[in-house]
Nanobody, 124 residues
């Protein structure tokens, strides 16, 4: 079992930055691939970024590439999403998610553990 808790969301001005954190607990943390997803009102949940167990292999949606950075601290069982140059279209609830190690995936259904979400609102 893996429990995920996101934090760090808030209200920021366009061009600003936020760092989201996802604290993971459970005995199988090291066996999972971690990802960040987001869901805006009236839209489907979409992939944002993913990271492998070692932390050096990453994957980003085109919409955030160059602006967002996913990282992890295995010693603290925590995954981060550094968000820079935020835009109004980044406004969404951001979710941390985990899937068993294996093939890379951007598909929501492939992730079987989810946090409660944290709201990010970017004002124009």
């Amino acid at each position: 079992q893996v429990q995920l808790v996101e934090s760090g969301g808030g209200l920021v001005q366009a061009g600003g930055s936020l760092r989201l954190s996802c604290a993971a607990s459970g005995r199988t943390f090291g066996s999972y691939r971690m990802g960040w997803f987001r869901q805006a009102p009236e839209k489907e949940r979409e992939f944002v970024a993913g990271i492998g167990w070692g932390g050096s292999s990453t994957d980003y949606a085109d919409s955030v590439k160059g602006r967002f950075t996913i990282s992890k601290d295995n010693a603290k069982n925590t995954v981060f999403l550094q968000m820079n140059s935020l835009k109004a279209e980044d406004t969404a609830v951001y979710y941390c998610a985990a899937k068993p190690n294996g093939l890379w995936s951007r598909v929501v259904k492939d992730y079987n553990y989810w946090g409660q979400g944290t709201q990010v609102t970017v004002s124009s």
